[in-house]
């Protein structure tokens, strides 16, 4: 444990709290905005077809209307988007590629009459046949998703190769430790996996205003990435950065699927057509076919000695990414590194594709990668231990790298005790204690590549009226940046919280910062922040210095006031003047990426099973928040529960279910079942580890997305261990049930 | 048509379409946004306000079926005397985090506290299985509730996690 400063290490009350408590806090749906006209998206009910013709006759014909955009208003653009692959019409253009795609926009004076309006539009399609399951799109042989060869977008590394199959980028990793493998005698274990399509469910869904000027564009947008939706926007519609302005009010919620350009480009494509500044507001049936969690299937198979001593793993992955590539090759690469689990392999052979299908497009979603693949690792470990009849925390304990070792060549080393962290859950699970029937323990490690980029920038201000200001571009979703990039700044300026004050993002004022994903705010942004916030601690030494005629070396500053012997100043008098700033960045971390650290996946878990219902309860969980330094253990403990009934969900119910035709059934939260507080686990244990060993301010490093892959591959090892193997996911009573009847008979007599 | 809301103890007198919405009628027209749209069906709890005292979901009430019932909501509760409390609760447990969910949460829980209603854990967790929080777990927002209605901290529970540090090793 580590002492707790002023601000750092104190679970301090979030500045929002007020606001947030109220109804005062605005979001993008309560902006106030003169002139507004309302857009409603017409959207294919199939999910492949050639748009035959479009009539917006009737349409235009509502009162109210003010104009119907298509494709047909686009054609001086090129007027196709994606950050990675720029692969997306803004609206379909002669073709539609899943049931979903924005196909028409009206827009309105009313949301009823854009609403009542878009009804009337219509689309004559001339259907072809969908692709829908991933393993088919990836066949050899199997027809196109797109005809025309991927265009990497702004965002894609140099040097990524995009190919024509639907299984467009590959992610591999093929390294040995040893030259000759020898798998002779080995324990061997391969089965194939599958993981269901899964919505984030924000609950505030994508709202964007925006208006077309004649010195560019504005947008307000509940998004995570401002600079890079600006950056597309700048792209897409042939502007430079400087005149596209992006600003963030509060977001309700985002776990990456406000992540890069989402609604932006149609509601900006509508206001250019229309004149006037425009509010497109998603719905949920809206939002689950903007994003989702990319289905996957994989064959994994693993080697080991029969004294435990790992040999190889071998994994073939498909990503289902949807008609559009979104954030899917990220997501894909870190899938493929999941794969490889934090052992000591002496062969690591990992395939991982990313696939177009004709389904609604997926992208991130809150520990992407280590959520699809450590429980299909961690799974087969369970199985080699217990056909070796080695304990398997004791298995894992002896395969695990060690600080420093490599886990994937050219990547960081592995910087966390992962052994202890286990530990710490083996203790809080009562490891090896005996449990009645259909009951289970269950325990995973694994490690998930975080930070992605150092590019974080951040300025502080001390103002006249003696506040600090903290210019920083770090998304409020709900996880606490603001709260814990003004404890940095308070804790490194010697201020009390109530004076200093970060503001919301405006592209236009704000310092750059890459995202707010990747568990990176804390851990990057906050390098930024107090990287600025020693220099202004530097100047505002300097400037009292020269204003008190002493000595810096004579001064200290503490509680807003500068001091030597009995004299002393508010630092306020300092800015009397003018404001004084300073900048910093977070250029200093190493390495280029996508780990400029790795986030720890630790968790437990035991369950209970009703065989004959097939239900699962979960009385226990325990999650290691690997933190380095908590700057807010409240918020870091909230960060790990708040995830665990995400995992909860996703675990055991949460599915997206498409029909045989490719339309999503269960488009609404009646349908598609959230957890509620019903679902909480009895016992929730939240261990916050503290070994000041990560890259960002006092030792931190990130947090908040290591429990999906940690607590999902947890939450399987427990099911197993009750008695019911798991190789597909939502473990929901129905599979349940059916996996106990088929284990059952598998195993009687006869 | 003509509809006459009271709102929040302010008489409203409105133009209305005969189905206008309750919580278009509070966002657009009155301002108050407070109450969030989120799912639209009744299952979310954010868009949740008092109509005579009882909690409604106003994303599918028709204004005009509020006739002579006062409106009440979290702008309402958020100026009257007795909210400190809440506050202080949840600031204490830390009990929200993206806010979205938090209007409908305390919403519900108003007429709740007036009625004396909740009396052990389990009654929180039943009359609170109608608001959705996607980003805290929950137990934070349970603890809250139950301290600001006088229930006893489960157990294991009040010195451990809420503690200003946290678990540590």
């Avoid at chain 1, 980028?169 to 040893?178: A, N, S």
Wanted: proline share 6%; charged share 20%.
């Amino acid at each position: 444990m580590i002492p707790a400063g002023t601000a750092v290490g104190r679970s301090v009350v979030r500045p929002d709290l007020a606001a947030k408590l109220s109804g005062a806090a605005v979001y993008g749906a309560d902006l106030p905005v003169a002139g507004v006209l309302h857009v409603k998206l017409l959207r294919s009910v199939v999910a492949h077809a050639r748009i035959a013709a479009v009539d917006p006759a009737a349409a235009l014909e509502v009162p109210g209307v003010v104009a119907v955009v298509t494709a047909a208003d686009l054609v001086d653009l090129d007027a196709t988007w994606g950050h990675y692959v720029r692969d997306r019409p803004i609206f379909a253009d002669g073709v539609v590629r899943f049931a979903g795609e924005i196909v028409a926009a009206v827009a309105a004076e009313t949301e009823e009459a854009a609403a009542a309006a878009v009804t009337t539009i219509e689309v004559e399609y001339d259907e072809l046949p969908a692709l829908l399951d991933v393993a088919a799109a990836a066949a050899p042989g199997a027809a196109r998703v797109h005809d025309r060869a991927p265009r990497p977008g702004f965002a894609c590394p140099p040097g990524t190769e995009l190919g024509m199959d639907n299984a467009f980028y590959h992610h591999g990793l093929q390294h040995e430790r040893v030259a000759e493998v020898d798998e002779a005698g080995a324990v061997v274990v391969q089965h194939e996996y599958i993981f269901p399509a899964v919505y984030q469910y924000a609950m505030e869904p994508h709202v964007v205003v925006a208006s077309w000027e004649p010195d560019g564009i504005s947008v307000h947008s509940s998004c995570q990435h401002p600079f890079l939706v600006r950056q597309e926007l700048a792209t897409v519609f042939g502007l430079p950065l400087e005149r596209v302005r992006v600003r963030v009010p509060f977001v309700g919620g985002g776990f990456g699927s406000k992540s890069y350009t989402k609604m932006e480009p149609v509601a900006v494509a509508v206001a250019r057509a229309v004149g006037r500044p425009v509010r497109l507001v998603n719905r949920v049936e809206d939002a689950m076919v903007t994003t989702r969690r990319h289905g996957m299937r994989c064959r994994m198979r693993t080697a080991v000695r029969p004294d435990g001593r790992f040999v190889s793993r071998q994994a073939w992955i498909w990503m289902d990414t949807g008609a559009y590539a979104d954030n899917g090759p990220t997501v894909t690469m870190v899938a493929g590194m999941a794969a490889v689990g934090p052992y000591r392999w002496d062969r690591v052979d990992i395939d991982a594709a990313c696939v177009y299908t004709h389904l609604p497009p997926s992208g991130s979603y809150r520990g992407f990668g280590a959520a699809h693949l450590q429980w299909v690792g961690e799974s087969q470990v369970d199985e080699v231990a217990a056909l070796l009849g080695i304990d398997r925390l004791e298995l894992r304990l002896r395969n695990l790298l060690d600080r420093g070792e490599t886990l994937i060549p050219g990547q960081r080393p592995l910087d966390a005790d992962l052994a202890g962290d286990l530990r710490e859950v083996a203790k809080r699970l009562d490891w090896g204690g005996a449990l009645p029937a259909w009951r289970g323990r269950g325990i995973s490690v694994g490690v998930s590549p975080a930070g992605v980029s150092a590019r974080s920038a951040a300025r502080v201000e001390l103002r006249p009226d003696g506040r600090v200001m903290v210019l920083v571009g770090s998304q409020e979703i709900g996880q606490g940046a603001r709260t814990v990039h003004a404890q940095i700044a308070a804790e490194v300026l010697g201020l009390g919280m109530e004076r200093v004050v970060v503001l919301p993002t405006d592209t236009d004022h704000t310092p750059y910062d890459r995202s707010t994903g990747a568990s990176r705010s804390t851990t990057v942004a906050g390098l930024a922040v107090q990287r600025a916030s020693e220099r202004l601690r530097t100047a505002l030494l300097a400037a009292a210095a020269e204003h008190g005629g002493v000595p810096v070396d004579e001064l200290t500053l503490r509680d807003g006031r500068i001091s030597t012997g009995k004299r002393s100043w508010d630092i306020a008098e300092l800015a009397a003047a003018g404001p004084i700033g300073a900048d910093g960045d977070a250029s200093e971390l190493t390495g280029a990426g996508p780990a400029l650290f790795w986030e720890v996946c630790v968790a437990g878990a035991e369950v209970s099973v009703d065989p004959e219902t097939g239900l699962v309860e979960v009385p226990r969980v325990v999650t290691v928040a690997d933190v380095g330094r908590a700057v807010n253990p409240s918020l870091v403990e909230r960060q790990d529960e708040g995830c665990t009934l995400q995992v909860i969900g996703n675990a055991f119910f949460e599915e997206m279910r498409f029909s045989e035709d490719g339309v999503l059934l269960n488009d609404s939260l009646l349908d598609y079942r959230v957890p509620t507080l019903t679902d909480v686990p009895a016992e929730m244990i939240c261990v916050i580890v503290e070994n000041g060993d990560g890259p960002g301010p006092f030792g931190a490093k990130g947090c908040g997305e290591g429990v999906f892959g940690g607590l999902t591959a947890a939450l399987v090892s427990a099911v197993t261990d009750a008695g019911v193997p798991v190789r597909e996911l939502p473990m929901s009573p129905d599979r349940v049930w059916r996996w106990i009847q088929q284990t059952t008979s598998d195993t009687a007599p006869g | 048509m003509g509809v006459r809301l009271k709102v929040n103890g302010a008489i409203h007198e409105l133009e209305l379409a005969h189905n206008a919405l309750l919580l278009d009628v509070l966002r657009d027209r009155l301002g108050l946004t407070g109450a969030k749209r989120s799912c639209d069906m009744q299952v979310c709890g954010t868009c949740t306000v008092l109509v005579g005292e009882e909690p409604v979901s106003s994303c599918c009430f028709l204004a005009h079926d509020a006739g002579d019932d006062e409106v009440q909501t979290i702008e309402g509760f958020a100026a009257a005397d007795g909210f400190a409390v809440v506050g202080a609760a949840f600031a204490e447990h830390n009990a929200f985090q993206c806010g979205y969910c938090t209007p409908g949460f305390l919403m519900t829980l108003k007429p709740l506290l007036a009625r004396g209603t909740l009396r052990s854990r389990e009654d929180v967790q039943r009359e609170f299985a109608g608001n959705l929080c996607r980003c805290t777990g929950y137990r934070a927002i349970v603890d809250a509730i139950c301290e600001i209605a006088g229930i006893a901290p489960a157990p294991g529970r009040d010195a451990a996690a809420s503690a200003p540090t946290g678990q540590q090793r």
